[in-house]
């Protein structure tokens, strides 16, 4: 009979009306949410090994990471690690690809930030932490202070090199200052310049390691001087 | 002498019953629906074109993202494909898991569908009642990968993680609920002669059209094609299985639908024989990290998604990424018969058409 | 308590005579204070009935429903109002623009119109007209213009269909509902619908009529444009029908007027069919407001359980079977009542 099929849907929904609600009352009352959910993703500095792997993982280019060469090692150190989690598709790719659970997932998802800027996670390891790698005693080092040795150690190769070239002067090795004048004869007529002059010797071999255009403009002014003022003195004898 | 002349009207791409971003050009005669010329693209996100920049690893994710009512079923074509073109073995278990997370993927869709049917004929209770029984199959996806829609759960040589202990209480339960929530349906919506009116003798597909224009899935079957790849051409574990695939007769609106719930019933029959049979073991093949198939060789895959032949052909040139990735979307070729089933019909009837041809715009447009 | 509106009314008018007010301007005053009660009361109504239809829909579906605002979400209706007063007015460039913004001011006119007769309880109609019920049909048959106006004034696609089904649709159902109408008439012997109340004093006419009642039923949900039967409004075809091009305060008019229309229509049904005031204990009034909500609610209980049917089966359903059904109901019901008075009952 036509209609039967309307009451029975009629008693379907009153059966229903007396039931129990299944909203969840969700700023009040959290969600359940599973043991493997994945929410935010967050970073650990302290495990990182600095293998790169999460990033190759990535797809979307979410991740990227700074690092730099640890002192007197061939390992590297973390400097900062970025998350951009405006691109993230949370596909749990990086979490599986990182060897040392570094990357995980947490249950919180509330995301959303006034700026988007916001949503970009910069971490910078802290100072005195040991490096993870399972063996060394190393600590990372903040990133000033690795500058700072940075500096000393180029300092002192600079210096060392600096010192080999006034030694091929002081010796009369005219080969090395003929890349930066014109002729062989040239050379040999810095060079008596550069050994009659100990400041000349030093200002030259500084510039010749640091900047070698500029030591070569500074070589042909001397040797330019130098025929002008033989020219002249000559001149004068005449 | 009144004059009538027919007139243009957009449904979509912004209309309560667009599914997404589909556009259908209707041109009417007052109530009546001359033509219908469907336009696609609002959806596009050159997935196709991203898999050129994607290692065949990276581009899971974005498999899920075809389908994403029924996320593990692209997945798990995309993934078997390119085990396919490896020739990696996959774990007995894993397999199993992947019948389990895709039948249950494909009970989603289908729940999806008759929700949307009921909300697209009005009756809003019946969409919120299937949505409420789907909560459950979203559970438990969150428990087995972490995520609840867009799960990425497959990965190349296996899964990605094992099944949680709290898995399998959850999923039997829910078959047991299962024929109790489908007399629901029954009763609510199928039982409904309001539906029943709306929906026989509406979009009315044959067998020889269907079969022309490339309809596959619930859809085909619905004309009473008796063609499931599962069946067909199986994939996977899938010749294990004791399953029956319900046909339809007229292939009108009414019969795509019976045949979707009664897909939700056979789906259920084989996570209950997974369920049973599954091993103890591995749940991922030691699959290199960097793939990098050989150049040249190339694949296609086909496996029975919810909508109906879902195809990967995957070319690959020898780098870690594929040269070409093209994707056969069942949805995409589904919605060109809209035109052909709609005209003759109703304006209402459109909506009617465009709910039981069950189309996702993110597989269409891709 | 019975009398206690009527009471105060008296109490007013001998008030105001005794003040040296003539008895025509006593009138005038007492029934300008009656018109402004029943739009009150729609007011206050549709608050309430707005609450009453999310709350049902909520628990129908297994949802809360408000409950942010006041207890249990009591007050969700009036922010709502609120909001709707603050948002812009947007007439379309393109609309005929006095025809856009009339129709809804004619849509509540008329919609309040309805109350004049109605009786709230014993003796207490406003107009107590002795051809009430004809007043009552052919006023709720000028709502079709208000829609047709809204729909074609938007100059929209959308809105025109809707509004030529609201047309069609309503055109067909009045002449069911009018049908159903006569056999209660037939019985009671007149059109005043005080006459009808107590015309029930003995036996309610859902009895005597129960095909009558659900002829009504559905015709009635036809004209309101209520699910299963909204056509004009059909947001899953027609985005919103004839109202697709209205915001703010005009839109919420046409909102306030259906659900005056539903109250009316459910009062009309108590009065007609359920023994209007009729009822132990309780006083009139209140009888009243209780069968009322009861009709309402199961008005809202079918619009949240079943899916729209099709303009076509709609149509056909009317021509083809209410109107037949209905028809052979009046007869029926004359042939019954020429037996009853062969019988000398």
């Known amino acids: 009979m036509i209609g039967k099929g309307l009451l029975k849907g009629l008693g379907i929904t009153f059966k229903h009306g007396k039931e129990k609600n299944i909203t969840v009352q969700y700023p009040e009352v959290m969600p359940y949410l599973q043991e493997r959910y994945r929410g935010c993703l967050e970073f650990d500095p302290k495990d990182c090994i600095v293998c790169g792997m999460c990033i190759k993982a990535c797809p979307n280019n979410v991740l990227s990471l700074e690092s730099a060469a640890m002192p007197g090692s061939k390992k590297k150190q973390l400097v900062s690690y970025t998350i951009d989690l405006q691109y993230c598709m949370f596909c749990n790719l990086c979490v599986e690809a990182c060897p040392t659970n570094t990357l995980y997932f947490t249950h919180h998802f509330e995301l959303s930030t006034a700026e988007r800027g916001a949503i970009k996670r910069i971490y910078t390891p802290a100072p005195g932490t040991p490096v993870a790698d399972g063996e060394s005693e190393a600590v990372i080092i903040p990133p000033e202070a690795l500058a700072d040795q940075v500096d000393t150690e180029a300092e002192a190769k600079r210096l060392k090199q600096v010192q080999a070239m006034k030694g091929a002067i002081s010796k009369g090795n005219s080969k090395v200052l003929a890349k930066f004048v014109d002729s062989e004869e040239d050379a040999s007529l810095l060079l008596i310049i550069l050994q009659g002059d100990e400041k000349k010797q030093d200002k030259m071999a500084a510039l010749m390691i640091d900047d070698k255009d500029k030591a070569r403009k500074v070589a042909t002014a001397f040797v330019a001087k130098e025929k002008r003022d033989k020219a002249k003195s000559e001149e004068g004898k005449q | 002498m009144i004059k009538t002349e027919p007139y243009t009207i957009n449904i979509g791409p912004q209309h309560p019953s667009a599914h997404g971003g589909l556009r259908a050009e209707t041109i009417m005669d007052g109530e009546d629906v001359l033509d219908v010329i469907v336009h696609l693209g609002y959806v596009h996100r050159s997935v196709e074109k991203i898999a050129e920049s994607r290692t065949y690893a990276q581009f899971v994710p974005y498999t899920s993202r075809l389908d994403y009512l029924a996320s593990h079923l692209p997945t798990l074509g995309y993934v078997q494909a390119v085990e396919k073109l490896l020739g990696i073995t996959v774990p007995e278990r894993a397999e199993y898991i992947r019948v389990i997370v895709a039948e249950l993927s494909r009970i989603a869709s289908h729940l999806i569908f008759a929700g949307s049917l009921a909300i697209d004929l009005g009756a809003t209770t019946g969409m919120i009642y299937c949505y409420r029984d789907r909560e459950r199959i979203l559970d438990m996806f969150e428990m087995s990968s972490g995520q609840r829609l867009i799960a990425s759960y497959m990965r190349i040589g296996g899964v990605s993680h094992d099944l949680p202990d709290s898995f399998y209480p959850a999923v039997e339960s829910f078959l047991k609920d299962l024929p109790a929530m489908v007399s629901e349906y029954h009763g609510l919506l199928s039982g409904n002669e309001i539906l029943q009116a709306r929906c026989q003798g509406v979009g009315v597909l044959s067998a020889d059209e269907a079969i022309a224009y490339g309809v596959t899935g619930p859809n085909l079957r619905a004309c009473g094609v008796a063609y499931d790849i599962r069946r067909e051409d199986p994939y996977g574990i899938y010749d294990r299985f004791e399953f029956d695939i319900p046909v339809g007769g007229s292939g009108d609106s009414w019969d795509r639908y019976i045949v979707r719930i009664k897909e939700i019933e056979q789906s259920g029959r084989i996570i209950a024989q997974a369920l049973r049979d599954m091993p103890t073991g591995d749940y991922q093949a030691k699959v290199p990290r960097i793939i990098k198939p050989q150049a040249g060789r190339e694949v296609y895959h086909r496996i029975e998604s919810s909508k109906g032949e879902l195809g990967y052909h995957i070319v690959s040139n020898g780098t870690d990424k594929p040269h070409r990735v093209h994707v056969r979307a069942p949805s995409f070729v589904n919605l060109m018969a809209l035109p052909l089933v709609s005209r003759g019909g109703k304006l209402q009837d459109i909506i009617t058409n465009i709910a039981t041809l069950d189309p996702v715009l993110g597989e269409s447009d891709r | ?345």
Not at chain 3, 110 to 116: E, N, Q
Not at chain 3, 258 to 283: D, I, K, M, Q
Not at chain 3, 312 to 325: E, G, M, R
Request: proline fraction near 4%; charge should be neutral.
């Open chain 3, 1 to 345: 308590m019975e009398t206690i509106f009527i009471n105060i009314e008296e109490f007013l008018t001998s008030w105001m005579v005794g003040m040296g007010l003539a008895q025509p301007w006593a009138d005038l005053i007492i029934t300008i204070l009656q018109w402004t009660i029943i739009v009150l009361i729609i007011t206050v109504n549709t608050i309430v009935l707005v609450w009453m239809e999310r709350k049902v829909s909520g628990f129908i579906q297994e949802r809360i429903g408000p409950n942010r605002l006041g207890p249990f979400g009591a007050f969700q209706t009036i922010a709502d109002t609120l909001k709707l007063l603050t948002k812009e007015d947007i007439v379309p460039a393109r609309a005929d623009k006095l025809i856009f913004k009339t129709a809804p001011m004619f849509f509540i006119i008329v919609s309040v119109m309805l109350y004049a007769v109605l009786p709230l309880g014993n003796n207490m109609a406003v107009v107590d007209l002795n051809v009430g019920l004809f007043y009552f049909i052919s006023l709720a048959s000028l709502s079709t213009i208000c829609l047709l106006m809204a729909g074609w004034g938007s100059n929209n696609k959308w809105s025109l269909l809707g509004a030529m089904r609201s047309v069609a649709q309503m055109i067909s159902y009045e002449i069911p509902l009018v049908f159903s109408l006569l056999g209660v008439v037939m019985i009671a012997g007149s059109l005043n619908l005080t006459d009808i109340v107590t015309a029930q004093n003995r036996v309610w006419f859902i009895i005597l009529q129960p095909v009558a009642f659900i002829i009504y039923f559905i015709a009635a949900t036809a004209e309101l444009n209520r699910g299963p039967f909204d056509m004009p409004e059909a947001e899953q075809e027609l985005t919103a029908g004839a109202y697709t091009e209205y915001t703010g305060m005009r839109w919420a008019l046409f909102f306030l007027a259906e659900y005056t229309n539903l109250v009316a229509v459910s009062v009309l049904a108590a009065t007609l069919f359920l023994g209007g005031g009729h009822g132990p204990w309780l006083p009139s009034w209140l009888w009243i407001i209780i069968k009322t909500y009861l009709i309402m609610l199961v008005f809202m209980w079918t619009k949240w359980t079943f899916p729209r049917i099709r303009m076509d089966h709609l149509l056909s359903f009317s021509w083809k079977v209410l109107i037949p059904v209905s028809l052979a109901n009046i007869l029926v019901t004359g042939a019954g009542i020429e037996l009853f008075r062969w019988m000398g009952w």
